[in-house]
């Protein structure tokens, strides 16, 4: 079953490297979730010795969230990226048992995350629903949609507000090697809950050599806003033994915190030398908990690039960031879980907090008729 997709072209002005595009192409039908046809971008393997990427999964109707990667190894075939259960049991987890704000697309694949990433905190509503935080004197009210497990949790905001959101114009086209999908969710004022109005342009691209994900805010109102755009992938580790497996993080600082259950920054950004943080040189994970925010990134050649490697599979993946807002990256990896992780985000967290004094938190000011552009490429490789 193929779907008539119209011609969609915006003219987007420039803050960033933000670029118009004119696409046409159709969505390859599997089923649905969240009320929008799933799009599946495949491509055949070259016959190469090298690993090769296959196929990526989207979900319109749940903010173009990434569900599934695979890739090809040679000697091994189809190998998952990413972290991430099988399309019936993300049907039934994301249509079934979700809940408003859409809280289960953060635990599985690779959701976006915008206006905000990470951690917001703020004076709670009395039906503890609500919280309002301030930014250059304007109040924002926002869904107060997580909290810790002990008895001195707060509740807070988390992850941005796109999680249950459908796209218009979604089209799928064929690029050189490989297959494209874009699409605009016309965000608005984020439900009431933002400043001025937003339009996100999507594209996600699949060639054999990488897997690039782009989004691009453009504040289409009439005030100013802050923005910040980040994804939560989990990355797989597909020998199973997460004690072996290595991080690689090309950061000198990272945020202090109140601890692993609010997960509150203090304001204090710390050198990792010489502390378990520091992992610019590659480390095994062995037992350690991380969910943290590094800050201070080492560019190289404008890409600033996190590395997960898995030697017992002969496995690793480039997670690579190529847009200078990127000014922090948060890694969630528990010990008792197959997966690391890796957020390449604009902000640290709680980026309203009045803990930061006047440190510059990542977010991005859009004035009316700017854009921001986010872009991270993927490649995998046998270390």
Known sequence: MKLLIRVITFA???????????????????????GQKIVTLTRKVSGTTKPEFTSVTVLPGRGMEVLQITANFPGKGNVDVLASPDLANAAKTLDEQDDEIGAKSYAMGSAFLVPYPNRIRGKLSADGKTLTTEWQGHTLTLPANNIGKLPTAERHAMHGLILKSKTDGVSVKKIPGGEQVTGVIQAGDFGGHWLSKTDLDFTISLTANAVDATVVARNVGKEAEPIAIAWHPYFNLPSGDRTQARLRVPASTMAEVDGYDNVFPTGKVMPVEGTRYDLRGSKALGTEFFDDNWSHLDWKNGVVTVQVIDPAAHYGVDIEGLSPEIKAIQVYAPPAKQFVAVEHQYNFGDPFGKEWGSTDTGMVTLKPGQCTKWHVRLRVFVP
């Open 12 to 34: 987007l002005p420039v803050l960033a490297a933000c670029a118009a595009f004119a696409v046409v192409g159709h969505a390859q039908a599997v089923t649905e979730i969240g």
